[in-house]
């Protein structure tokens, strides 16, 4: 079992920035993608971004695209999520998702085996 923990969700301004961090705490998952997601009040949980095995290839969603920035250390067993210039669309709760056999960016839940539990940003205006 793999049990991933975000941290460095937060209470940020319109245009701040902010770093979320997401750790493999039992299992080292460096072999797959590792995605982003997040989910606001009322709605689905939306694809972020996400990053292939090698950290060489990435994918963002729409929304995001050019202010959001995923990377990932695998000797440190970490995967990282930069956001600039935050919005407060950006307001929701925010999960680290590992693959347990999908080697490539995807943004599909589905092929997510393994979720933290979700870190809270919250974006005002």
């Known amino acids: 079992q793999v049990q991933r923990v975000e941290s460095g969700g937060g209470l940020l301004q319109t245009g701040d920035s902010l770093r979320l961090s997401c750790v493999g705490r039992?299992?080292?998952?460096?072999?797959?993608?590792v995605g982003w997601f997040r989910q606001a009040p009322g709605n689905p949980r939306e694809f972020v971004a996400a990053?292939?095995?090698?950290?060489?290839?990435?994918r963002y969603g729409d929304s995001v695209e050019g202010r959001f920035f995923i990377s990932r250390d695998n000797a440190k067993n970490t995967v990282y999520l930069q956001m600039y210039s935050l919005k407060p669309e950006d307001t929701a709760v925010y999960f680290c998702?590992?693959?347990?056999?999908?080697?490539?960016?995807?943004?599909?839940?589905?092929?997510?085996?393994?979720w933290g539990q979700g870190t809270q940003v919250t974006v005002s205006s």
């Open positions: 998702a590992a693959s347990g056999g999908v080697v490539h960016p995807t943004p599909r839940e589905s092929e997510y085996d393994y």
């Open positions: 039992v299992r080292t998952v460096s072999s797959y993608a």
């Open positions: 990053i292939d095995w090698s950290g060489s290839n990435q």
